[in-house]
């Protein structure tokens, strides 16, 4: 039993079962905020490993890296190629693209440009240091793209992840009610821009459940923001002094 615990099998395992117990209670609860299956292994998971670290006499982080991370990190491999999925919706809407491309990009430029503005002036005002504001800078991007450039610029990539993990929590927790609230159906292609941008991954899935013009924006957002994290975030941390 004490072997199995160190092997791949435990990390996968572990999170597997924490996201669909999530699931089950995020559906039985209609929806509510705090049980989002994401969040909800994300929380639970940091508990279990906490609490099983005690019954195996060591410290959490050992804990950690000897028996979640060899399988945290099978699953994290397939971000990568999840993240280029979405790259199908995109190629089935490829005529909206062409006809708005230049305002597409400049809108999700000028966006990203000003919320590492609104990063920095937010993270400053909560009182982060230089390591905080490094590993919120990021967050725009997927997770995929954004723990190696944190990492990059001197930030902590647990952090980083749990911010991205947040934003796409709080989207996929509010995004109708927001598409309501804002009116946002009206134009499709700024809804998916908008959920893609601000919830990645998962955002881009709900997008793709409104329409699929929604999902192919949202789909560009991703790619988009990803690539413009990859090359102005480290020029912009250094411009900063991080």
């Given at each position: 039993m004490t072997a199995a615990i160190y092997t791949p099998i435990f990390g996968i395992g572990l999170s597997l079962v924490l996201y669909l117990?999530?699931?089950?209670?995020?559906?039985?609860s209609k929806g509510l905020f705090i049980f989002q299956p994401l969040f909800f292994a994300m929380?639970?998971?940091?508990?279990?490993?906490?609490?099983?670290?005690?019954l195996f006499k060591t410290d959490t982080a050992t804990f950690y890296t000897?028996?979640?991370?060899?399988g945290g990190d099978i699953i994290f491999w397939f971000l990568n190629p999840a993240t280029i999925a979405f790259a199908i919706p995109l190629y089935k809407k490829n005529d909206v693209f062409k006809k708005y491309w230049k305002e597409i990009f400049?809108?999700?430029?000028?966006?990203m440009i000003v919320s590492l503005g609104a990063i920095v002036v937010v993270s400053?005002?909560?009182g982060l240091n230089k390591v905080g504001i490094a590993s919120m800078l990021s967050q725009a991007a997927t997770t995929a793209i954004a723990l190696p450039?944190?990492?990059?610029?001197?930030?902590?990539?647990?952090?980083t992840a749990m911010a991205c993990?947040?934003?796409?929590?709080?989207?996929?927790?509010?995004g109708k009610k927001l598409v309501n609230w804002?009116?946002?159906?009206d134009t499709p292609i700024g809804a998916g821009l908008g959920l893609g941008t601000a919830g990645h991954t998962v955002g881009s899935a709900f997008a793709l459940e409104l329409g699929s013009v929604q999902g192919a924006m949202a789909a560009v957002a991703v790619v988009v923001i990803g690539l413009v994290v990859d090359i102005v975030v480290p020029i912009f941390a250094h411009m900063i002094g991080i």
């Open positions: 117990l999530g699931q089950w209670i995020f559906k039985k929380v639970f998971g940091i508990l279990a490993l906490v609490i099983l670290a005690r000897k028996a979640y991370k060899p400049l809108s999700l430029i000028i966006g400053k005002a909560v450039i944190s990492t990059a610029i001197g930030g902590n990539s647990a952090v993990i947040l934003n796409a929590v709080i989207i996929y927790a509010l804002f009116h946002l159906n």
